[in-house]
């Protein structure tokens, strides 16, 4: 058996974003191997996702960003007020947002199929429930958007 030394589980910890006793046990099962401890520890996230799957995410955030005469409105749930303000959750939906804005994705199947292996992750690592509930677009030649609360704020103007 492998010597789990702490700057071991450091790089894990880096490299995952997962807790400190999470590391250390995927590292104890790996036999100290860091790569099948992230390949162990992704399983897992996805058997934690399933679970949470069923979860009601009602809370969350409304996102907004304008590209010149093209604007997107996404909403991205998740099941507390405590999480959507956590800096993981909020850098999810901004991805989210600049990927449906950059390729003009307003079907939300298809956002939910581009960032599920990261929406796994995520879940894996908060522990609660996550969705990309719905998104839809604006073309106009004057777009403009507004979002009360400076927690949520990130706008495309304004």
Excluded: P, W
């Excluded at 998740?78 to 959507?84: E, G, R, S, Y």
């Amino acid at each position: 058996m492998a010597e789990i030394t702490a700057s071991l589980v450091k790089e894990l910890r880096e490299r995952t974003g997962a807790g400190m006793m999470d590391c250390k046990k995927a590292l104890t099962e790996a036999n100290g191997d860091i790569e099948l401890a992230i390949e162990n520890m992704r399983k897992s996230g996805a058997i934690k996702a399933a679970k949470k799957a069923g979860n009601v995410a009602a809370d969350g955030v409304i996102k907004t960003k304008i590209d010149g005469n093209y604007g997107i409105i996404l909403e991205v749930n998740c099941q507390t007020d405590f999480v959507a303000k956590d800096a993981g959750f909020q850098a999810f939906a901004d991805k989210v947002l600049d990927a449906a804005v950059a390729g003009k994705i307003t079907d939300v199947e298809v956002l939910k199929a581009q960032f599920e292996e990261e929406r796994v992750a995520l879940v894996a690592k908060i522990g609660e429930n996550i969705n990309i509930r719905r998104v839809a677009a604006l073309e106009g030649d004057v777009l403009g958007s507004y979002q009360h609360g400076a927690a949520y704020r990130r706008s495309g103007c304004c």
